[in-house]
């Protein structure tokens, strides 16, 4: 269980000022930042305490969108990953490579939201929750197709979904061995962002941690709110245009 494929397990911000993230996000949340070389890039490891979470990497602002978050879903096999995508109908951007933290891919699945199949040298176990603050904590699709979302993930990943009603609709909760992995749901009306998964970050106080990311220079789209029997939750832009997500738990 703690070393099985299809769960996330890295977070890189494609950023197009990746000096400015990573100091919003190191002041914001206390990470670690440390520069490295790789393949003649330099990019920012960022880390947690002894616990790397991904890194901060050059991302073009001519390619059309701004920055975001990516999330590293496990995978035995990058290359049968990618043919397995073409074959569900998503799409391979950057094929199969090899990197220090191991191997990965570039992909969209169906509805247009990006993430990278990847096969990690060295295999972390899981962390129990709750999270630690300033840890990823969880991950959520924002799609305007939900139904064929579902046919991609559980096809490639193995994994199971299950419908909860919300207020205004229903959330899809993705598990993995009866365990929630993932989750998603349909895009907001009006909403100007491309499909994309919503990466969240571990917080212990939502609203005290919103208002010092406001302060740092974020923008608050969904204010601090419950969530019934989860905990408080907000999302933000982060000031290079990156969303995420703040999630307290309940317990």
Not at 101 to 118: E, K
Not at 241 to 250: I, N, V
Request: aromatic residues 10%.
């Amino acid at each position: 269980m703690g070393h099985a494929p299809s769960r996330i397990v890295r977070h890189d911000l494609m950023c197009t000022d990746p000096a400015a993230g990573g100091r919003f996000y190191a002041e914001l949340f206390g990470w670690t930042l440390t520069e490295v070389t790789v393949m003649g890039m330099t990019i920012t490891r960022i880390s947690l305490g002894e616990r790397v979470l991904g890194a901060v990497m050059p991302f073009d602002r001519n390619l059309g969108f701004p920055s975001h978050w990516m999330p590293y879903m496990q995978t035995d096999s990058v290359d049968e990953t990618c043919q397995r995508v073409s074959e569900l109908g998503g799409a391979v951007c950057m094929g199969a490579m090899d990197i220090p933290p191991g191997r990965f891919a570039l992909t969209n699945d169906p509805t247009g939201a990006v993430f990278s199949p990847f096969t990690p040298r060295q295999l972390s176990p899981e962390s129990p929750p709750p999270a630690a603050p300033g840890a990823f904590c969880w991950d959520e699709l924002l799609t305007p197709d939900v139904d064929a979302a579902v046919a991609f993930y559980t096809g490639l990943l193995g994994w199971s979904s299950e419908r909860q009603p919300m207020e205004d609709g229903e959330y899809t909760v993705f598990t993995r061995d009866g365990v929630p992995a993932a989750g998603a749901m349909p895009m907001p009306a009006g909403a100007t962002f491309r499909p994309s998964w919503l990466a969240y970050i571990a917080a212990r106080d939502v609203d005290a941690t919103a208002a010092n990311a406001v302060r740092l220079g974020a923008k608050v789209t969904t204010r601090p709110a419950d969530i019934p029997d989860i905990g408080r939750f907000a999302v933000l832009v982060d000031p290079t245009g990156a969303r995420f997500g703040l999630l307290g738990t309940t317990g």
